[in-house]
């Protein structure tokens, strides 16, 4: 089993839509989790971050953590077809940098 | 630009050959750390590195892959007599200093292509 589970997709959706994506992990070790988003052809880049269990939101972006279910979740409200991208989540136990993503999710917000 | 600076952007060897990858980290940025991506899999940390100074090679392949940092000049990933498993894309990150989750800025990445 892999440390950190995460549907390919894609994932197409209307503008204007309410979008969520999701994260299952499989080391009770790991205390950060984060949402990147990476274009084609370009580098990751973080989008949230949250420590522990709860929720964080920030404009459109709000990422839950349920660390007793071992599932992380990323919803985008009001999606904008400049949200098409593939979305990483990515996790840690206390390295800093050491971190462990999933596949991506790709993600297509059609106008 | 003062992002993370990667090249070259696509590299194309055949199999036997070394390829190198360098990384110039953010201005101001000291801590550099190498990801690979291969296909349809998640990026894989490799290499952590500051200045003249490997702090964790932990996720290095343990034959043909090297990296460096040196005082002066960009971070290399050299990676020796190249296989077709190798062909993937090989993000830097860097860090002003030593980083805490979240503070890593990624690279637009090299596509290594072996033939």
């Known amino acids: 089993q892999k440390e950190v589970e995460q549907d390919p997709g894609p994932l197409s959706v209307p503008e204007g839509a309410i979008v969520s994506l999701n994260c299952t992990y499989s080391?009770?070790?790991?205390?950060?989790f984060m949402w990147y988003r990476q274009y084609s052809r370009k580098g990751p880049e973080l989008l949230m971050y949250?420590?522990?269990?709860g929720n964080k939101e920030d404009g459109r972006f709000t990422a839950q953590v349920d660390k007793s279910s071992k599932y992380i979740s990323l919803f985008i409200r009001d999606s904008q077809p400049s949200d098409s991208a593939t979305y990483l989540c990515?996790?840690?136990?206390?390295?800093?940098?050491?971190?462990?993503f999933g596949k991506g999710t790709s993600l297509l917000v059609t106008p | 630009n003062a992002g993370v600076m990667q090249n070259p952007r696509h590299l194309v060897r055949r199999r036997g050959q070394e390829a190198r990858l360098r990384c110039s980290p953010m201005?101001?940025?000291?801590?550099v750390y190498w990801y690979r991506q291969l296909p349809e899999e998640g990026l894989k940390f490799m290499v952590y590195?500051?200045?003249?100074?490997?702090?964790?090679e932990s996720g290095m392949p343990k034959e043909r892959f090297s990296a460096e940092f040196p005082k002066e000049g960009p971070s290399i990933l050299r990676i020796q007599q190249v296989v077709r498993g190798d062909s993937a894309a090989y993000f830097c990150?860097?860090?002003?200093?030593?980083?805490?989750?979240?503070?890593?800025?990624f690279g637009e990445g090299s596509r290594l292509t072996v033939l």
């Open positions: 990150a860097s860090s002003r200093g030593t980083a805490n989750t979240g503070e890593l800025f």
């Open positions: 201005k101001g940025h000291s801590h």
């Open positions: 080391n009770s070790a790991f205390q950060y």
């Open positions: 990515a996790m840690d136990k206390d390295s800093g940098y050491a971190l462990n």
């Open positions: 590195l500051q200045k003249e100074n490997i702090i964790d």
């Open positions: 949250t420590y522990s269990s």
